[in-house]
């Protein structure tokens, strides 16, 4: 039997949870009331319950701001990274920087390697994690980066450029050596990782030896001090094995000749066994 002043009680609570923006449990309130009394729950669990629907409603909103904000350029994760593949890369290794424990240290991940073996989709994976544990990340390669702080030396926004970059718990920078960059390139990027070092970790991924890095940055007293930052507290990953990406060509275009072919039995061989 509800009562008038129970009925006033009920809208009461409800202003309430609305007064203080809790949309999710005010939406739910009425559900977790009537399971309550028809399971004879303690206030004590009721409670939970309403406000745990709320938190979760919190969470993940704030994980989809979070991952906004990363600017990730795939969905790719570290579970749909193929290790057969990759034979290079060992998975504790991968699964330990999965816990997110280096950003405790602030120590970088270094993934070089060829094109193909899966560098970004490994950097993104990790990025993701980031968002997840709650932790603000960024992704950008290179050479946006580079083109950024170039224009807000321009547009007088530098110390703001900085700042954006010093934020994120986990920096993403991609590509480094695949375009040509300008000269400013070096300084730029010593800067954002200098004000970064010690403080907070960077995810950096290359096609290029760190022995070429003062080709790459042209100037090798700015690579050599940016190395010695980036590398202090690092785990660095090389990947040597095939591209992942030529692999799955070659298997397309394999079974497209397979498809296409009559199979080998059927095509005459000279006497010393080549096909003609
Ligand atoms: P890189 O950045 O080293 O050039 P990517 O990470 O862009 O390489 O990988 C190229 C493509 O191959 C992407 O679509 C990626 O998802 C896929 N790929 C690469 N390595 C693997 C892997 N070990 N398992 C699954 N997919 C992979
Ligand atoms: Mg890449």
Redo the contacts with the bound molecule.
């Keep these: 039997m509800t009562t008038t002043s129970e009925a006033s009680r009920y809208q009461q609570l409800r202003d309430h949870l609305t007064y203080l923006r809790l949309a999710d449990a005010a939406e739910a309130l009425p559900a977790v009331l009537d399971e309550a009394k028809a399971g004879q729950h303690s206030i004590t669990a009721t409670l939970e319950q309403l406000l745990r629907i709320e938190v979760q409603a919190t969470e993940t909103r704030r994980l989809a701001g979070r991952l906004r904000f990363a600017n990730l350029p795939t969905p790719?994760t570290l579970e749909?990274?193929?290790y057969d593949?990759?034979p290079g890369i060992d998975p504790d290794l991968i699964r330990d920087l999965a816990s997110g424990r280096y950003l405790d240290t602030a120590t970088n991940i270094l993934l070089i390697?060829p094109?193909?073996?899966?560098?970004?989709?490994l950097a993104v994976g990790l990025a993701r994690k980031v968002a997840e544990a709650g932790h603000r990340t960024y992704f950008t390669n290179a050479a946006d980066l580079v083109a950024r702080c170039h224009r807000a030396a321009i547009e007088g926004r530098w110390a703001t450029t900085m700042r954006f970059y010093a934020g994120p718990a986990a920096l993403v920078i991609d590509e480094l050596g695949y375009l040509p960059l300008p000269a400013e390139a070096a300084s730029s990027l010593f800067q954002v990782v200098n004000q970064r070092y010690l403080k907070s970790s960077i995810i950096l991924?290359t096609n290029r030896p760190v022995t070429e890095w003062g080709q790459v940055l042209g100037d090798n007293t700015v690579a050599a001090a940016l190395l010695d930052r980036l590398l202090h507290r690092s785990v660095v990953i090389d990947i040597t094995g095939d591209s992942?990406?030529l692999r799955d060509h070659q298997a397309r275009t394999d079974n497209l000749r397979r498809a296409t072919q009559p199979s080998s039995a059927t095509i005459p061989r000279s006497p010393d066994g080549q096909f003609r």
Aim: hydrophobic share 30%; net charge neutral; proline share 6%.
């Design positions: 790719a749909d990274f193929d593949a990759q390697g094109p193909g073996v899966g560098k970004t989709m991924t992942y990406r």
